[in-house]
């Protein structure tokens, strides 16, 4: 069964202080793995895929990577429109569902 | 943004009575998805289509039935409700499945209900 895991499930930065969000995932067959925002009272908007180890993807301050068993989410010097939740997401082999992590709750600080 | 119309985007209802929601999207994409989103746990699919009057079920499908008479809508039915299925209700859309061709999930902005 795929499983995804995020940690932490809550962070708390100043802004301007880097940090990285993990998601740990064990799948049958890695197709796609899919970092998201979601803001309070929205659906979640999408970031990036990716699709293999080794595989980096950037826009503005956030720059996922991926390993074969692990993403990471980057955030460099954040700011306080940073603050949301960020899902993670993988597809596997073993159908067209996304399994969702349960997400990480960051908070940015002036 | 992904043209995604979620409707009633807020609704309060009675346990045992039928409710449906809906979905439009004005994209034209074959694939449409319907999530539960609740504390705790992660967005959980409950049924989905890869086509017009072509539906399967996701993880969490007991409860409901959906129906896609049109590309562009996509119906979540709740029979009878109960309070279990108290959640916020999300929408998606894509263009190939999962992981093809760089084609994600588009997400409307949710439907949140209350079953008392």
């Known amino acids: 069964e795929d499983q995804v895991t995020q940690s932490p499930e809550a962070l708390r930065l100043q802004e301007g202080e880097s940090s990285s969000l993990n998601c740990s995932y064990t799948?049958?067959?890695?197709?796609?793995l899919f970092w998201y925002r979601q803001d309070p009272g929205k659906g979640p908007e999408f970031l990036f895929t990716?699709?293999?180890a080794g595989e980096e993807k950037e826009k503005e301050r956030l720059k996922a990577t991926l390993t074969k068993k692990e993403s990471f989410l980057h955030i460099t010097a954040p700011k306080p429109e940073d603050s949301a939740t960020y899902l993670c997401a993988v597809h596997s082999n073993s159908g067209y569902a996304l399994n969702f992590g349960k997400g990480t709750s960051l908070l940015v600080t002036p | 943004d992904a043209g995604i119309t979620q409707s009633p985007r807020h609704k309060v209802t009675e346990t045992g009575t039928p409710v449906t929601l809906r979905c439009h999207q004005t994209?034209?994409?074959?694939?449409m998805y319907w999530y539960r989103q609740d504390p705790g746990h992660g967005l959980r699919l409950i049924h989905y289509?890869?086509?017009?009057?072509?539906?399967d079920k996701g993880e969490v499908s007991d409860g409901y039935s959906v129906s896609r008479s049109k590309t562009e809508d996509f119906l979540l039915t709740l029979e009878s409700a109960t309070s279990s299925q108290t959640s916020v209700y999300f929408c998606a859309i894509s263009e190939s499945t999962p992981g093809a061709s760089n084609q994600p999930q588009h997400f409307g902005d949710g439907t949140r209900l209350s079953i008392l």
């Open positions: 994209e034209n994409h074959r694939y």
């Open positions: 289509s890869y086509g017009v009057k072509d539906t």
């Open positions: 799948v049958s067959g890695l197709r796609g």
């Open positions: 990716l699709y293999s």
